[in-house]
């Protein structure tokens, strides 16, 4: 990839020998791959309720094992009023002997169907004027990878979806917060003066709230929806970018080139837009790697207070909020979405604290 | 020294009011009220109860009676929580939340503090290490994940602490919650203090110091006090971080402090609960980097002069 790069071709060089930037890139590019291919391959859709199998521990192993089975067999058994016994089970067929007090109605072995263990089940033979009836079933082959929630949904396909949605918002709404900074530092930085300063205070007090103060505030306006996320982190995360992007303002328009474009008479938006922005877009797109992680925390944040995502649709943040819930006896649905999280942001942590190396990136 | 302070005094209390009226007509006209409920109310007891907690007055004329009972103290009635003012239900919560705050800010100073010193001593020795490594477990695992953990590990696995509750301030129930708030800052406090006293000690008069023979102590009382501006100047902003992991902290541990109300009383439209919250946070986290501005001014003389009023 180095070379199709046309930046700093030193840096880059030095940094494809940097292992932990390679590593997080590897650790990246496979946990986006699997949110985007996995949910396709995992044979679960994400809202899918499996009832028989509420909290079931991950495993590599298929379901129903032998209990479950049992436990299946016998519930429907009883509701259907009928004794069951297992003759035998090959290749993922079980023959089953239903034996009843009167004759067994063939539309009530519709039940095997809506379990979850079972497929249809076909009459093999009918004896004793109905009251014993002989079926094959086909057993269902599940794998809970990750196990499931309380709910009983996969949490591995929900884990996949969660991490496209905290992806998505991660890099959209660090979009939102890059276009109002931008926007906000180039035009304090080239109006000056009394402009600038006034610009300045209000990011600065703005910059001393806390991030839950906007949380409540935009919870006023907007109640629970989706939109609160973009809107609240943009509302945060602006700031450092208008600060640095202020800075590269103030040394850029020093330069000639912006002398020269105002003697030739173009207009203040003009020079921003064509020679102070591209300028500064080095130092952007530098600060952005820091940005996204940050987004990410914060999404999460919002969605641990049930303000964010809303159900069934997921994130990590939800995720985790589920799991610290359920610590008790099913820690599989906090640790999963938690090593989803930390590696995504250790990830991005570390390319951009190696991408800091070039000069003026300097978080605050 | 006064003259600075007044300076900072000056430029907060308007800061306050403004972000007291931007909440105040903001929360006003979001679509929603406090009496909203599933099955629409009678209209002549909503009209009461709009008259009895005067809503139904002109906007103007609602928020100077309310800045009136500002200045006597008075947060009014909470329009949820329907037999308490807003006052009866800080009363029991802000202690508990300040306690909290309090005691993982000092945590985070002191242990991040310490540790960051290790690190500066020897650069690449275990210090060193062990700061960049808690400073990317600070990042990567969030209050939230660490919560529901130390919680598995001490509560539930070791028997050794309790899981949640508060317990009237039990020093038992406070270790994981403090531990939890302050994690993340005792990492950021570290790296930051380690890079700043890397740089104080390399500067000409350390090294002067250094060439006269004094003792070890001695120079780094000196590589301390240059070195502490920008972690004083971090805090105001750990400040702000802590409170928001607070809410968070309580909801995991269950601690009844003013956590719960920031979101429920915005939620529910609960519109004195909301602007008593907003007036707590924002005059707490004013007050707080008030505070560090003076150590900072103390701490070095530079900006008492050079910042004068704008």
């Known amino acids: ?364 | 020294m006064l003259r600075f302070f007044l300076a900072r005094v000056a430029t907060a209390v308007p800061a306050l009011f403004i972000i007291i009226a931007l909440a105040f007509f903001l929360m006003r006209l979001a679509p929603g009220g406090p009496f909203d409920t599933e099955r629409a109310l009678d209209p002549e007891i909503a009209k009461n109860l709009r008259r009895i907690y005067r809503l139904d007055l002109p906007l103007m004329r609602q928020f100077w009676l309310y800045l009136q009972n500002l200045a006597h103290g008075d947060l009014g009635p909470s329009l949820h929580w329907r037999d308490f003012t807003v006052n009866e239900l800080f009363a029991k919560a802000l202690p508990v939340s300040a306690t909290l705050g309090a005691k993982a800010m000092l945590v985070a100073i002191f242990a991040g503090a310490a540790l960051g010193l290790a690190g500066a001593m020897r650069p690449g020795g275990i210090g060193a290490r062990v700061v960049d490594g808690a400073a990317i477990f600070g990042i990567i695992l969030p209050v939230f994940v660490v919560a529901p953990l130390l919680q598995l590990g001490f509560g539930l696995t070791l028997h050794a602490l309790p899981v949640g509750g508060w317990n009237d301030g039990a020093w038992q129930n406070q270790v994981l919650p403090v531990t939890t708030l302050a994690l993340p800052q005792i990492a950021i406090v570290a790296r930051l203090m380690q890079a700043a006293l890397r740089d104080a000690l390399a500067m000409p008069h350390i090294r002067t110091l250094r060439a006269f023979g004094m003792p070890r102590y001695h120079i780094y009382i000196h590589a301390l006090r240059a070195a502490f501006a920008p972690v004083v100047s971090y805090l105001g902003l750990a400040a702000a971080n802590v409170l928001t992991g607070s809410v968070v902290v309580e909801t995991i541990f269950g601690i009844p402090g003013m956590g719960r109300y920031f979101v429920d009383g915005a939620l529910g439209r609960d519109y004195t609960l909301v602007m008593g919250t907003v007036i707590v946070v924002a005059a707490a986290v004013l007050l707080f980097n008030l505070i560090v501005d003076l150590i900072l001014a103390w701490l070095d003389p530079r900006v008492r002069y050079e910042s004068r009023p704008r």
């Open chain 1, 1 to 364: 990839m180095n070379e199709s790069l046309p930046a700093n071709p030193r840096r880059l060089a030095t940094a494809s020998r940097n292992w932990p930037m390679r590593a997080s890139l590897a650790i990246l590019g496979l946990i986006a791959l699997l949110c985007l291919i996995g949910p396709l391959v995992s044979g679960h859709p994400y809202d899918q309720v499996y009832r028989d199998y509420v909290l079931v521990r991950p495993s590599l192993f298929a379901h129903p094992d032998a209990h479950e089975t049992h436990e299946a067999l016998e519930g429907i058994a009883r509701r259907m009023r009928v004794g069951a016994e297992t003759s035998r089970e090959e290749g993922g067929v079980l023959h089953i002997t239903l034996s009843a007090g009167r004759p067994i109605d063939p539309r009530a072995l519709r039940a095997f169907e809506r379990s979850d263990v079972f497929g249809p089940a076909r009459i093999v033979e009918t004896s004793d004027e109905g009251r014993r009836v002989s079926i094959d079933i086909l057993l269902k082959r599940m794998v809970f990878l990750f196990g499931t929630d309380a709910n009983g949904r996969d949490l591995f396909t929900r884990v996949l979806i969660a991490g496209r949605i905290s992806l998505a918002v991660g890099l959209l709404a660090s979009f939102v917060a890059l276009t109002i900074g931008v926007a906000y530092g180039a035009v304090a930085g080239y109006a000056g003066g009394r402009i600038d300063a006034l610009m300045m205070r209000i990011v600065e007090i703005v910059y001393a709230l806390p991030f839950i103060f906007f949380v409540i505030v935009l919870v006023m306006v907007f109640g629970r929806h989706f939109v609160l996320i973009f809107v609240t982190i943009g509302a945060v995360e602006w700031l450092d970018m208008a600060r640095i992007v202020r800075g590269q303002t103030l040394s850029i328009q020093q330069r000639d080139f912006v002398a020269a474009a105002e003697a030739l008479g173009a207009s203040a938006p003009a020079i921003l837009w064509r020679h102070v922005v591209p300028n500064a877009s080095g130092t952007i797109a530098a600060f952005l790697a820091v940005l996204v992680p940050r987004v990410i925390l914060l999404e999460s944040f919002v969605s641990f207070l049930g303000l964010g995502v809303q159900e069934p649709l997921t994130s990590w943040g939800v995720l985790v909020a589920d799991g610290a819930r359920n610590i008790q006896g099913s820690v599989h649905l906090l640790i999963f979405p938690a090593l989803f999280l930390g590696a995504t942001l250790g990830a991005l942590q570390s390319l951009g604290d190696a991408w800091q190396g070039s000069p003026g990136t300097g978080r605050r």
